[in-house]
């Protein structure tokens, strides 16, 4: 078991610390993993809490803001050649709550606002299935964080090295998604909605950065490069 690092790492650190706990820290995902040996790294990145503001079923392009420091972040990341991809649970779709042609509004609205700051994302991929229970860290849907679908299906599209690849949210549900889809590393970022007290037990194993920016300096600090 890794246990939790808090940034900045020292050049001592032992390589496995950096890397995900075991899968079986969460449900087991016996899916296929479309993993490309050599391919690009991404950083998968959840949308609310980590990218921008979290606001409680988003549902209108004015509330959407980015976070301060977000589409730096995102920028340096895509300069240093990994590939940007948001996996986002819109829970709020299969409820009836939006439509897909609002979900697609807001994501126009979020890339609007990463071009106005010179950046983009390389892929959003989102599932609209609504949960039929409250534990964050039992995959109910291969596609709903914690599993890994989405994970696997930008994967595929984009040629990704998902052993080279991290995944960044504010949530369980999301450092998980990383562990099962068999990502190096999961980072939870504290821009969002916080944890359960009993959530906080697992996240521990997980690094913990104060905001995207923060969780971009670990994946790019030089000791993890090498
Ligand atoms: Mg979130």
């Not at 503001?53 to 895509?78: F, K, W």
């Not at 950065?209 to 969780?215: G, K, V, W």
């Amino acid at each position: 078991m890794v246990t939790r690092r808090d940034f900045p790492l020292t050049g001592k650190e032992e390589p496995q610390s950096h890397r995900n706990p075991a899968r079986s820290i969460s449900a087991a995902a016996p899916f296929e993993r479309p993993s490309v040996p050599g391919g690009k790294p991404a950083v998968f990145l959840d949308r609310d809490g980590t990218i921008i503001e979290h606001v409680h079923y988003l549902s209108d392009v004015r509330q959407v803001r980015l976070l301060p420091g977000a589409a730096e972040a995102i920028g340096r990341l895509r300069a240093a050649g990994f590939a940007c991809v948001v996996v986002t649970n819109q829970s709020a779709v299969g409820r009836g709550m939006i439509t897909e042609a609002q979900l697609g509004l807001i994501h126009d609205e979020m890339n609007r606002q990463l071009a106005d700051a010179g950046t983009a994302v390389d892929a959003i991929e989102f599932c609209p299935e609504p949960p039929a229970i409250a534990d964050r860290s039992r995959i109910e849907h291969i596609d709903r964080k914690p599993g890994p679908g989405m994970l696997f299906r930008a994967t595929h599209a984009l040629g990704l090295d998902l052993d080279a690849s991290w995944m960044i949210g504010d949530m369980l549900s999301d450092v998980l998604a990383g562990v099962n889809a068999g990502c190096r590393g999961s980072i939870l970022v504290q821009t969002g909605k916080g944890l359960d007290e009993a959530e906080k037990e697992t996240a521990a194993a997980f690094h913990v950065t104060e905001d995207l920016a923060a969780a971009a300096d670990l994946i790019l600090a030089p000791s993890l490069l090498s």
